[in-house]
């Protein structure tokens, strides 16, 4: 009996485009990521740059230069950059939310201690910055110096809104843009402009990229309330947990009777949470919509990423960011 073919998803295939590139960008961070001084910063990195990340902003980088027929070697050291300010944010994010795990393996300040976590994570976005100087362009150091602002200024928005059941659609959207989409539309516009593109197209991947990245987050806060757990590498249900105000909350809150209301002030606002209550949180969701309307939300900001491609010249590279639009909400479709 054949077995039938998998097919390659737009991750793999852009993977296989730029497996040259990104042969360079992991050897670049493996090099940047050592420390003379202090072994510790290449052990703690290490676990999470080589826990398996499929590295789609770096990957972002690369086939937003290669679009544009750009032919030096600065868009690797753009792409490494990307990479470590993205595990910069991540070892960070696990301290404030007391994670234990990530991509399915333990959180390094599980593994070592918060100390070390947020250190490192200094350590790389210093080493990120560094990389960005290396190419000359002050206007790339000003794209990627003003994300890692909008990323912190972002966490920071997304703790005010914690636990708290007044945050509105427009603030959680504001916090994705933060968290996620600042560094998404950062790796796109970076690639652009280190390629010397024109305005237009580099105002296109600008806008590619912030769609892709709210999208992105819209289907993660999704998925938190329905995906399996090994394919998302963490627990369902976290978010639940950690009483984050995402958008199937909020949509589920505003439509909630004063019974169901009371729910949610106990398990979000006062932290009181029981047996079955993530259960009775999906329930309600259900029955008002809340998961279908943040479904839609997160197809409709891949469409937008899709529309903004189309200001750009055709090409291999712009089918495959179409179709990485399509492949990050197929998960919920």
Known sequence: MNTPERIETPIERLQAALASDMTEVNALIRRRMASEHAPRIPEVTAHLVEAGGKRIRPLLTLAAARHCNYAGQDHVK???????????????????????????????????????????????????????????????????????????????????????????????????????????????EAGAVVAGAPEEHVRAFFAYGDALGVSFQITDDLLDYGGVSARLGKNTGDDFRERKMSLPVIKALAAADARERTFWERVIARNDQRDGDLEEAIALMTRHGALDQTRAAALDHAARAREALRDLPSGTFRDMLDALADFVVERIV
């Open 78 to 188: 753009l792409a490494a950059a990307v990479e470590f300010i993205h595990t910069a944010t991540l070892l960070h994010d696990d301290v404030v939310d007391e994670s234990t795990k990530r991509r399915g393996r333990p959180t390094a300040n599980l593994l070592w201690d918060n100390k070390s976590s947020v250190l490192v994570g200094d350590y790389l976005f210093a080493r990120s910055f560094k990389l960005m100087v290396e190419t000359g362009s002050i206007r790339v150091l000003d794209i990627l110096s003003n994300a890692s602002a909008v990323i912190a200024e972002g966490e920071v928005l997304q703790l005010t809104a914690a636990a708290n059941l007044e945050t509105t659609e427009e603030i959680y959207l504001q916090v994705v843009r933060g968290k996620t989409a600042a560094l998404f539309s950062a790796a796109t």
